[in-house]
């Protein structure tokens, strides 16, 4: 008798622990999917959606390591997220028909940003940017005639006929002379060199 009170007993403590066991499997489930839906939206670069799927994740568990790495990439890496989202979205704009004929690279990137703005309907402006202290990037010329073109590949062929490198920053797309360029010019032959040049 006294082992049927006993089971009858443990019976309703093992089924309250079946349910705080199958709650907290739950309360997992919807962690990581809040978890892999923030994820998500960093790698696509949506910066808020992001956010907001990890506020979600602390509601349900404040000590989510995973979620609190992803905050803190959110929060160093904020522009930079917002850069490469400028670059991808360049791939998937393409642009009918590119005709440059001997342009300056200046005039080149002015149209090209004319095309990529008329085929997003003005919600992509590149703002393209010359950063060129020796003043040998914009009138390099440029040919390219090329239909149903991308616009990250029009920008990457402009690159390579100019010699030049592209950074994708939150706000514009700036071009670089290769090389080092952009540095300052090097000491005159008759000027003596420092210890540190020899």
């Known amino acids: 008798m006294t082992l049927l009170m006993i089971a009858l007993a443990v019976c309703p403590m093992a089924q309250g622990q079946d349910k705080v066991v199958k709650e907290r499997q739950r309360r997992a489930q919807q962690v990581n999917a809040f978890y892999n839906q ?7 670069g949506d910066i808020a959606e992001a ?3 990890l506020k ?36 998937k704009v393409i642009i009918p ?13 002015e149209q090209l940003n004319a ?22 990037l914009k009138d390099k010329k440029v040919t390219l005639d090329v239909r149903n073109f991308p616009a990250s590949e029009a920008i990457r062929f402009l ?12 706000y514009s ?7 080092g360029a952009t540095e300052a010019p090097a000491a005159k032959a008759d000027e003596k060199k420092s210890g540190f040049d020899e």
């Open 38 to 44: 923030a994820y998500q939206a960093y790698l696509d």
């Open 51 to 53: 956010k907001l799927a």
């Open 56 to 91: 979600n994740v602390f509601k349900l568990n404040p000590n989510h390591a995973q979620s609190y790495a992803l905050k803190l990439k959110l929060e160093r890496g904020g522009n930079d997220i917002a850069a490469q989202n400028r670059k991808r979205a360049l791939t």
């Open 97 to 109: 028909r590119i005709d440059f004929n001997n342009l300056e690279l200046s005039l080149a990137l």
């Open 115 to 136: 095309l990529i703005m008329k085929e997003t309907n003005n919600k992509f402006t590149p703002n393209f940017v010359i950063h060129d202290k020796s003043k040998t």
């Open 159 to 170: 690159t390579e006929l100019t010699n030049s490198s592209v950074t994708y920053e939150q």
């Open 173 to 179: 797309i700036t071009f670089r002379p290769r090389g």
